[in-house]
Every structure is written in C-alpha cells, then in structure tokens.
C-alpha cells in the first residue's frame, strides 16, 4: 500500500527538493501552499525537477491560522513539516517572529493530535540556529545535537530566537502527547546547492550578494555548510530509519570561511567573478559600521568564531554522504546563473 507523506511549506527551497525525493521514492506526497496561487508554480517546477505529479496533492493551509490544517494532516502515514512563516519585512523587536513560527509548528502538531496522533512519524524542519549560539562558547567549539541555543541572550537574533523556541516547543509537546519517540528534528546548517526555480533560499541570498559585489570585502564568517540535496536525503531517511526517533538530526557537509565561498565562486565563474570582492574587513571595522548600520550588529557576535559540526551520528543512521562545499557552492552558482538569477 502506497505510504502518504504531509509535506508542510513545499513551495519552499528546501522543500522542492524533499518532494522531488518523495516522489521518486513512491510516496504520494500533499503539499500545503499558503498562497493556493502558487500551485501551478510548484507543479511546474517539481515537473521540471523531474517528478512524476501522478501522486501530487496541494492544499492550501496558512501557518499563521487554524483552518485546513486537520484536513491536510487527515490520512497522513507521515508528516514533514518544512514550513516557516516568512516577515514581510523586517523584524524590529527580538521576539517579534516567535510568534508566528512557535504558533505554526503548533498549528500542525495540533493537527496531527486531532486525526488521533496516527501520524507514525513526525519531522520538523528546524535550524543549526537553535544548537550554536550562547554568550560562553569559544572562537573554536563543536555544535553537538545535545546543544541548545540560550533564549535568553540578548544578542540572538530575531530568527534565531523563532527557530530556538520554535523547536523547543514542538518536543515540549511531544512530551505531553507520548509522541517523543516519534518526533524527529532535521537541524541544516547554511543550506546551498541548486536551486530549482527563480524563487531561491535565503541562504542563495548570500550567494547572489557576493556575485552582485554587495560586501566590499567579506566579515571575518565562519559557515557550517550542507548541500540542499543531502538535507533533504535526511529528511527523507528520517521517515523510516531506525534509532532516529527522539533525535535531532544536525546536517553539515563542513565549516568553510565566507572569503573561501567568494574565492570559489570568483574562481570557479571569472566571466561573473570581476565584482567578487577577495578581501577580508577587520572585525574592528565592522563594528565601527555597525553603529550606523543596524542589519550588521546581527553578525558581530559571530566575528571569528568557527563552528565545526559533530554529526557523524547522522551518516551513520541515515545512511545520507554529505557532498563537499564546493561542489555545494558551484552547483548553487551554476543554477542561479542558468536561470538568469544573477
């Protein structure tokens, strides 16, 4: 009997790509679309991903509200929740995208209570975000799947405190309802690869801005890195593999700095690389800029700190080979150029 698979926010980067896997693996997959306006877009560009939409169902459902989502979580063998509600823009307070972002998972968790918690598994989409950032941690420290970000700390930004509290109470609810061996985290590092269509990441965004010479010259970043590819062979392993049930799943290919992502690109395509800057900016001046500069104060807590991640655990349960970054990075600025993103 063919297995059926909830698949929350599938318009989303990291999402397409977990539907083009599903469906290559058999399952019939419902995909939730906050605006029922984007369907067509999935459709096309899934189809042109390669999936067979035989077994493709949309539904609309909104994470900021209650209705549709008991319907869309009716029947489910499996529900992977990808979704984020995203700001229209920017967030001026540190708790302001809390909201929308605990209320959502919620809002599914909820949904799989009222069908009668038939769901076998549950994955959450979270982030690397909720595990790396406390006021105590070293310039070099390991992120480990027992580790969590500090809410408390007044210098987490806006969307790392959404993604922190977000998780936290999606297994606070597990807890609750005994369903603690059926919930599953995916935490994805700096997610890159290719993109599928025009409607790229947040984590492209990056990307682009280098290609696009936004940076002068590039802060002193250190990036934990995954392949959109590989994180969705995890989400997607998740669903059935053995010993992952209660887990946090951390997915990171390796730790490479922000001048090395510009070298490669600038490298890898020197017909787009002439406004790729190669420099590195002093910490010291970056926070002279961001006095006058807002948008950069969120990085100053991460000047020359390099993160590296243990997830050796994932491999191994998973069965997921993390591809290297720079084929990540290539492939990401191959497909951005390909469909005249940049």
Avoid at 224 to 242: N, Q
Wanted: glycine share 8%; with cysteine.
């Amino acid at each position: 009997m063919q297995q059926s698979v909830l698949l929350t926010g599938i318009s989303g980067f990291i999402a397409k790509h977990i539907a083009v896997r599903l469906l290559a693996d058999g399952y019939a997959v419902r995909g939730t679309v906050r605006d029922s306006g984007r369907g067509d877009a999935v459709r096309d560009t899934l189809r042109q991903a390669g999936a067979d939409l035989a077994h493709l169902e949309l539904a609309h459902a909104d994470l900021e509200r209650d209705e549709g989502w008991t319907e869309a979580a009716d029947g489910a063998d499996f529900v992977l929740h990808t979704a984020s509600p995203l700001p229209l823009e920017g967030p001026h307070g540190r708790l302001d995208l809390v909201p929308a972002a605990r209320g959502g998972t919620l809002r599914v968790l909820k949904a799989v209570e009222q069908t009668g918690l038939k769901a076998r598994r549950v994955v959450v989409t979270s982030s690397i975000a909720a595990m790396m950032y406390r006021p105590d941690r070293p310039r070099n420290f390991t992120v480990t799947e027992n580790d969590w970000t500090d809410a408390d700390w007044q210098r987490a930004s806006p969307y790392v405190l959404s993604k922190t509290l977000a998780e936290r109470a999606a297994w606070q609810w597990a807890r609750e309802h005994g369903f603690e061996q059926r919930l599953v985290a995916v935490n994805p590092a700096f997610v890159i690869g290719p993109a599928l269509d025009t409607k790229a990441a947040a984590s492209l965004d990056v990307i682009k801005r280098i290609f696009a010479g936004a940076y002068p010259a590039v802060p002193p970043l250190y990036f934990p890195c995954v392949d959109v590819r590989d994180i969705a062979a995890v989400h997607v392993a998740a669903l059935t593999a053995e010993g992952v049930g209660g887990r946090r799943l951390l997915g990171s290919a390796e730790t490479l700095p922000l001048a090395e992502v510009a070298r490669i690109l600038k490298d890898t395509f020197p017909e787009r690389g002439r406004r790729i800057p190669t420099r590195t900016i002093p910490a010291p001046a970056i926070r002279v800029l961001a006095l006058f500069k807002p948008s950069l104060r969120t990085v100053l807590p991460s000047l020359h700190v390099r993160p590296r991640v243990d997830n050796d655990y994932v491999r191994e349960l998973t069965g997921v080979a993390f591809r290297p970054a720079r084929e990540s990075l290539i492939d990401a600025g191959r497909s951005l150029i390909d469909l005249g993103v940049i």
